[in-house]
Every structure is written in C-alpha cells, then in structure tokens.
C-alpha cells in the first residue's frame, strides 16, 4: 500500500514564485491535512478537509492556498514564496474522527516535501 | 488552548525501559492524547492513543491519571533503532491540532 504520497521530495524556489506541493492518499480517507515543520521544532498545522470541497484553516495559514477536488489528492499552493517559507512539508490523512474533533484519530503522514526560498 | 510540555531531550540504553512524561493541564474534556515517533527525513508515524487509564498495543503502554493532565509514554527494551523524537498531541482547542517540540530520545548501545 503507497499510503500518503507527497511530490515532489525536493525543491528550490526564487522568491515570489510560486508551486504546488502534491498530495495523494488511496486510504479513502476524508480527513488529510497539511504542516509545515521548521528546524528542530514540532508540526504546525497550516490548512486540513474534512472531505472533497471543504476546507479550513489551521495555524499557519497565511501564504498558503488549498483545494480538495476529490477525496485522494490535496495540494498546497504558495503563490509568492518569501523565505520564511522555507521548511519541509507534511501531508497527513486520516478517517473522519468519532467525535468530529481532529486530536481523537491517528494520522498516517507522508515522507515530507522539503522546500528551500532563496 | 491546549499545550503539551515535554523533556527536550533523554538518553537511555539497549534493553531498558524508557518513560516518557508529557504535561498537559488544559487538556480538554473530548481530547484524546496520542504519541508519534518521527524518525530523520521521515514522517510522524502514529504510536498509542488513549484516553484514560492504560492503553497497550505490540510496542508501547500509555499511561493516563484519572485527572488526565499528563500522561506517560512507556517503550520497553529499548533497541537502537529507537532513536528518534517522540511528539504527544493532545487537541489544541477550536478542533485545531498542537504539536510540540517533543523529546528527543538517543538510545545507546
């Protein structure tokens, strides 16, 4: 089973372009969700979907855009990267939680973009 | 808003049994705690989960006291491949999600 996919592994960035990180999972998970983790700290959570066409802030989310067209495939986008934005990226899903709440079911997360601004 | 406190870092070695200790006193009535092991270039992978009590499944025991303000995470004989950080989460209120910096665990030989 591939799991989470995350596309692509690596990447470099000029300041105030723009890409899309990739996001797959064949779980048919509703729940996926995006962080982002700089050096030596923990996840922080920048946007989650709670299934196809609903999405919602996290965190962090300014910078960022989301979009959930069908329940597989989340991407993130950042329209202008700045250099803050350097940090390597994590797409996570999971089933829908029992109590509605996203703390009371595990994650299953992919292997991370890790992305450079310079 | 919950927050989850935890050591930055611990040593211990092969064969041992580590404990883990992370506070949360704010944690919430409907919040469930959940451990995360992440390896180098990896993604969290998912632990243990529990509530209160005790919870047990192939590689670790949780433990949780009744007032449900802290909780510790027990690995049993610990190997090398051990070596990693370890996150508790527990809900971070509004329905978001807190990680920590979590503890940083280096087993030895």
């Known amino acids: 089973n591939a799991g989470v996919t995350q596309t692509p592994k690596f990447r470099i960035l000029k300041i105030g372009q723009s890409m899309t990180l990739q996001c797959a999972q064949d779980?048919?998970?509703?729940?996926m969700y995006w962080y982002r983790q700089d050096p030596g700290m923990g996840l922080k959570l920048i946007y989650y979907s709670v299934g196809a066409g609903i999405t919602d802030k996290g965190e962090v989310p300014n910078g960022y855009n989301v979009s959930r067209s069908t329940t597989e495939d989340f991407p993130l986008r950042l329209e202008l990267a700045a250099p803050s934005q350097t940090s390597v990226y994590f797409c996570?899903?999971?089933?829908?939680?029992?109590?509605?709440?996203?703390?009371?079911?595990?994650?299953?997360f992919g292997d991370g973009t890790r992305l450079s601004i310079l | 808003l919950a927050k989850t406190t935890q050591p930055i870092s611990m040593d211990s070695y092969e064969g041992q049994e580590v404990n883990i200790t992370c506070s949360h006193n704010n944690i919430a009535t409907n919040d469930y705690i959940t451990w995360y092991q992440q390896f180098p270039s990896q993604g969290p992978r998912f632990i243990i989960q529990?509530?209160?009590t005790k919870v047990t499944n192939e590689v670790a025991s949780l433990f949780i006291p009744a007032d449900r303000k802290s909780s510790t995470l027990s690995l049993p004989r610990v190997s090398l491949s051990d070596t990693a950080v370890y996150y508790c989460?527990?809900?971070?209120?509004?329905?978001?999600?807190?990680f920590g910096k979590g503890t940083r665990l280096h087993i030895l030989p």
């Open positions: 989460l527990v809900g971070g209120g509004d329905d978001k999600i807190i």
């Open positions: 779980m048919n998970h509703n729940y």
């Open positions: 529990g509530y209160k």
């Open positions: 996570a899903s999971s089933i829908t939680p029992g109590q509605g709440l996203l703390s009371d079911q595990p994650q299953h």
